[in-house]
């Protein structure tokens, strides 16, 4: 079987995206500011301009999940962005700016509407603007998913079904091996009487 990854046409996309994220970063680096990542600039400014919100409320204003936004609010409370701060009711806690990021909120606001607006003229110096391909991809979306496409191809690959139910097998035998060690030694070995007995009737 050869190797899918060797061919993808989304690899050069996601070096481009790259390649503009490491030319922001180089922004933040050239006015040496440790720890400040590109991906934490959309965050920050919401929490200056709404205050402090719960991961919850975050994520929502971002369009993010709450499993992503966790890690990130971790990784910019370790860069020293932000902290955490008791919220309505003990069990709540609200993400707040720290004195190292409030002083960057006017570079960041900065940042944020320069390389938008060279995005802008980017966008204007190519035959096929960026911005209509988004337009023409999510109308095309919208007639078939992007999982639909996905599933429709796996379609046709023999042997996939199969593999997939190994699979299942091999974690369900493994759960129960995980739940048989953590019993007892002699309800252990009644579980798998029992297991046995049943297979027999």
């Known amino acids: 079987m050869d190797d899918p990854t060797e061919k993808s046409h ?5 070096e481009l995206l790259a390649r503009l994220d490491a030319d922001v970063a180089r922004i933040y680096t050239d006015r040496r500011i440790d720890g400040l990542k590109p991906t934490y600039v959309r965050e920050l400014l919401q929490l200056h301009y709404k205050g402090p919100l719960t991961i919850t409320e975050l994520a929502e ?3 993010r999940t709450h499993s992503a936004l966790s890690q990130k ?21 609200r993400v707040t700016l720290t004195a190292k990021s409030k002083k960057l909120v006017e570079l960041l ?3 944020w509407s320069a390389t938008d607006a060279a995005l802008a003229e980017l966008d204007a110096e190519l035959p096929y603007p960026l911005t ?20 429709a191809k796996l379609a046709g690959v023999a042997g996939l079904e199969d ?8 974690e369900a035998e493994g759960a129960a ?9 002699g309800a252990a070995e009644a579980g ?7 297979v027999g009737e």
Do not use: C, N
């Not at 091996?177 to 030694?185: F, I, L």
């Open 132 to 151: 209509q391909v988004v337009r023409d991809l999510e109308a095309a979306l919208e007639r078939q998913s992007f999982h639909d496409r996905i599933t």
């Open 163 to 170: 593999a997939a139910k190994l699979y299942g097998a091999a």
């Open 61 to 63: 204003v971002t369009g």
């Open 177 to 185: 091996k995980s739940d048989g060690a953590a019993k007892p030694e």
């Open 73 to 93: 609010v971790a990784g910019m409370r370790t860069a020293g962005l932000v902290r955490t701060v008791p919220g309505a009711d003990a069990r709540s806690k």
């Open 192 to 198: 798998g009487v029992a297991k046995v007995e049943g």
């Open 10 to 14: 989304w690899r050069p996309l996601y």
């Open 109 to 111: 606001a900065a940042e």
